[in-house]
Protein backbone atom coordinates (compact mmCIF):
# COMPACT_ATOMS: atom_id res chain seq x y z
CA UNK A 1 0.00 0.00 0.00
CA UNK A 2 1.33 3.70 -0.93
CA UNK A 3 2.90 5.93 2.01
CA UNK A 4 0.13 8.17 0.38
CA UNK A 5 -2.76 6.30 1.20
CA UNK A 6 -1.59 5.32 4.83
CA UNK A 7 -1.19 9.07 5.73
CA UNK A 8 -4.97 10.13 4.07
CA UNK A 9 -6.15 6.87 6.08
CA UNK A 10 -4.68 8.16 9.66
CA UNK A 11 -5.91 11.63 8.90
CA UNK A 12 -9.80 10.36 8.19
CA UNK A 13 -9.36 8.00 11.33
CA UNK A 14 -7.75 10.31 13.99
CA UNK A 15 -10.25 13.14 12.62
CA UNK A 16 -13.23 11.55 13.16
CA UNK A 17 -12.19 9.80 16.51
CA UNK A 18 -11.30 13.42 17.43
CA UNK A 19 -14.75 15.25 16.43
CA UNK A 20 -16.40 12.86 18.49
CA UNK A 21 -14.07 13.16 21.24
CA UNK A 22 -13.94 16.34 23.15
CA UNK A 23 -11.57 15.78 25.49
CA UNK A 24 -8.86 14.25 22.30
CA UNK A 25 -9.67 17.21 20.51
CA UNK A 26 -8.26 19.74 22.86
CA UNK A 27 -5.69 17.08 23.79
CA UNK A 28 -4.70 17.12 20.35
CA UNK A 29 -5.03 20.46 18.61
CA UNK A 30 -1.53 22.83 18.39
CA UNK A 31 -1.83 24.95 21.58
CA UNK A 32 1.44 27.05 21.79
CA UNK A 33 0.62 27.81 25.21
CA UNK A 34 0.39 24.25 26.61
CA UNK A 35 3.23 23.40 24.16
CA UNK A 36 5.70 26.08 25.97
CA UNK A 37 4.05 26.19 29.13
CA UNK A 38 3.83 22.37 29.60
CA UNK A 39 6.24 21.00 27.47
CA UNK A 40 3.54 19.16 24.95
CA UNK A 41 5.41 18.87 22.22
CA UNK A 42 3.43 15.93 20.68
CA UNK A 43 0.99 18.61 19.67
CA UNK A 44 3.57 19.40 17.01
CA UNK A 45 2.60 16.06 15.43
CA UNK A 46 -0.74 15.59 16.86
CA UNK A 47 -2.48 18.88 15.66
CA UNK A 48 -1.33 17.82 11.93
CA UNK A 49 -3.35 14.57 11.90
CA UNK A 50 -7.38 16.48 13.23
CA UNK A 51 -9.02 18.82 11.08
CA UNK A 52 -11.38 21.27 11.83
CA UNK A 53 -14.29 20.10 9.45
CA UNK A 54 -15.47 18.30 6.94
CA UNK A 55 -14.73 20.30 4.10
CA UNK A 56 -11.32 21.04 6.00
CA UNK A 57 -10.49 17.68 5.56
CA UNK A 58 -11.58 16.99 1.97
CA UNK A 59 -9.66 19.67 0.92
CA UNK A 60 -6.40 18.90 2.33
CA UNK A 61 -6.86 14.88 1.44
CA UNK A 62 -7.53 15.49 -1.76
CA UNK A 63 -4.56 17.89 -2.68
CA UNK A 64 -2.30 15.17 -0.61
CA UNK A 65 -3.69 12.49 -3.35
CA UNK A 66 -3.40 14.64 -6.15
CA UNK A 67 0.30 15.97 -5.45
CA UNK A 68 1.21 12.86 -2.83
CA UNK A 69 0.93 9.90 -5.24
CA UNK A 70 3.09 11.46 -7.71
CA UNK A 71 6.09 12.87 -5.44
CA UNK A 72 5.72 9.38 -3.79
CA UNK A 73 6.39 8.17 -7.75
CA UNK A 74 9.20 10.24 -7.71
CA UNK A 75 10.87 9.87 -5.00
CA UNK A 76 10.85 5.97 -5.54
CA UNK A 77 12.34 6.16 -8.85
CA UNK A 78 14.80 8.50 -7.73
CA UNK A 79 16.20 7.22 -4.50
CA UNK A 80 14.13 3.02 -4.61
CA UNK A 81 12.37 2.01 -1.49
CA UNK A 82 14.19 4.63 0.61
CA UNK A 83 12.09 7.30 -1.53
CA UNK A 84 8.91 5.82 0.92
CA UNK A 85 11.09 7.03 4.03
CA UNK A 86 12.28 10.40 2.61
CA UNK A 87 9.08 10.69 1.59
CA UNK A 88 7.06 10.59 4.73
CA UNK A 89 9.42 12.04 6.51
CA UNK A 90 9.11 15.36 4.25
CA UNK A 91 5.00 15.30 5.61
CA UNK A 92 5.98 14.47 8.70
CA UNK A 93 9.01 17.04 9.11
CA UNK A 94 6.79 19.92 7.04
CA UNK A 95 3.97 19.70 9.77
CA UNK A 96 6.48 20.14 12.65
CA UNK A 97 8.79 23.29 10.85
CA UNK A 98 5.43 25.06 9.77
CA UNK A 99 4.06 25.13 13.30
CA UNK A 100 7.34 26.57 14.81
CA UNK A 101 6.62 30.43 13.22
CA UNK A 102 3.08 30.20 14.97
CA UNK A 103 4.35 28.67 18.17
CA UNK A 104 6.59 31.44 18.86
CA UNK A 105 4.32 33.94 18.06
CA UNK A 106 1.49 32.37 20.03
CA UNK A 107 3.26 30.77 22.87
CA UNK A 108 2.11 33.44 25.35
CA UNK A 109 -1.37 32.76 23.87
CA UNK A 110 -3.65 30.37 25.89
CA UNK A 111 -6.79 30.74 23.62
CA UNK A 112 -4.75 30.38 19.93
CA UNK A 113 -5.44 27.41 18.47
CA UNK A 114 -4.56 25.60 15.08
CA UNK A 115 -4.93 22.17 13.20
CA UNK A 116 -4.63 20.68 10.03
CA UNK A 117 -2.17 18.61 7.68
CA UNK A 118 -1.63 22.04 5.90
CA UNK A 119 2.10 21.91 6.72
CA UNK A 120 3.16 18.16 5.59
CA UNK A 121 0.30 18.93 2.35
CA UNK A 122 2.02 22.35 1.49
CA UNK A 123 5.37 20.40 1.70
CA UNK A 124 4.65 17.89 -1.12
CA UNK A 125 2.56 20.52 -3.08
CA UNK A 126 5.59 22.68 -3.40
CA UNK A 127 7.94 20.00 -3.87
CA UNK A 128 5.77 19.08 -7.17
CA UNK A 129 6.54 22.20 -8.53
CA UNK A 130 9.77 21.79 -8.30
CA UNK A 131 9.63 18.89 -10.20
CA UNK A 132 7.10 20.22 -12.84
CA UNK A 133 6.37 24.13 -12.56
CA UNK A 134 5.00 23.96 -16.03
CA UNK A 135 2.83 20.62 -15.44
CA UNK A 136 -0.97 22.26 -15.53
CA UNK A 137 -3.08 22.37 -12.52
CA UNK A 138 -7.27 22.41 -13.34
CA UNK A 139 -9.40 23.95 -10.64
CA UNK A 140 -12.65 21.69 -11.08
CA UNK A 141 -11.70 20.71 -13.83
CA UNK A 142 -12.10 23.98 -15.91
CA UNK A 143 -9.30 26.37 -15.30
CA UNK A 144 -6.03 25.18 -16.26
CA UNK A 145 -2.92 27.08 -15.04
CA UNK A 146 1.13 26.00 -14.78
CA UNK A 147 1.91 24.85 -11.28
CA UNK A 148 4.00 27.58 -10.34
CA UNK A 149 1.53 30.02 -10.92
CA UNK A 150 -1.23 27.86 -8.56
CA UNK A 151 1.64 28.15 -6.03
CA UNK A 152 2.08 31.54 -6.45
CA UNK A 153 -1.96 31.98 -5.72
CA UNK A 154 -1.54 29.82 -2.83
CA UNK A 155 0.46 31.92 -1.03
CA UNK A 156 -1.00 34.66 -1.30
CA UNK A 157 -4.49 33.56 -0.15
CA UNK A 158 -2.65 32.15 2.83
CA UNK A 159 -0.89 35.33 3.71
CA UNK A 160 -4.15 37.17 3.69
CA UNK A 161 -5.85 34.37 5.47
CA UNK A 162 -3.16 34.26 7.77
CA UNK A 163 -3.99 37.94 8.43
CA UNK A 164 -7.34 37.76 8.91
CA UNK A 165 -7.42 34.68 11.04
CA UNK A 166 -10.42 33.34 13.21
CA UNK A 167 -11.14 29.49 11.96
CA UNK A 168 -8.43 27.46 13.85
CA UNK A 169 -6.94 26.86 10.73
CA UNK A 170 -3.30 27.65 10.79
CA UNK A 171 -2.94 29.78 7.47
CA UNK A 172 0.39 30.22 7.92
CA UNK A 173 1.55 26.61 8.31
CA UNK A 174 0.71 26.93 4.09
CA UNK A 175 3.27 29.39 3.39
CA UNK A 176 6.38 27.81 5.78
CA UNK A 177 5.43 23.64 4.99
CA UNK A 178 5.66 25.17 1.13
CA UNK A 179 9.08 26.57 1.52
CA UNK A 180 10.11 24.16 3.88
CA UNK A 181 9.06 21.34 1.09
CA UNK A 182 11.22 23.11 -1.55
CA UNK A 183 14.19 23.31 0.76
CA UNK A 184 13.71 19.64 1.29
CA UNK A 185 13.68 18.96 -1.81
CA UNK A 186 16.88 20.68 -3.06
CA UNK A 187 18.80 19.52 0.28
CA UNK A 188 17.88 15.36 -0.62
CA UNK A 189 18.32 15.88 -4.74
CA UNK A 190 20.09 19.09 -5.96
CA UNK A 191 19.62 17.76 -8.98
CA UNK A 192 15.83 19.69 -8.89
CA UNK A 193 17.33 23.21 -9.60
CA UNK A 194 18.17 22.07 -12.97
CA UNK A 195 14.97 20.34 -13.48
CA UNK A 196 13.20 23.44 -12.15
CA UNK A 197 15.00 25.90 -14.23
CA UNK A 198 15.19 24.21 -17.66
CA UNK A 199 11.49 23.81 -17.58
CA UNK A 200 10.94 27.29 -16.98
CA UNK A 201 13.03 28.24 -19.58
CA UNK A 202 9.49 27.12 -21.72
CA UNK A 203 6.98 28.71 -19.21
CA UNK A 204 4.00 29.75 -20.42
CA UNK A 205 0.83 31.05 -18.54
CA UNK A 206 -1.97 29.21 -20.73
Known sequence: MSVTVILIAINV?????????????????FNPY??????????????????????HLIFNMFVLWMFG???EYIFTTIFGSMGL???????????IVADIPTYLKHKEHAYYNALGASGGVSSILFSFVLFAPNEPLY???????????????YVAYSIYMGKKGGDNINH?????????????????????LILFFNQLKEFSLF
Request: charge should be positive; hydrophobic fraction near 50%; proline fraction near 2%.
Open 172 to 192: DAHLWGGLFGIAFTIGVYPEV
Open 85 to 95: IIYAAMFLLGI
Open 69 to 71: KNI
Open 13 to 29: ILSLYAWNNTHIMNKWI
Open 34 to 55: SVNKYKQYYRFITSGFIHNDTM
Open 139 to 153: LYGIIGLPGLVWAAI
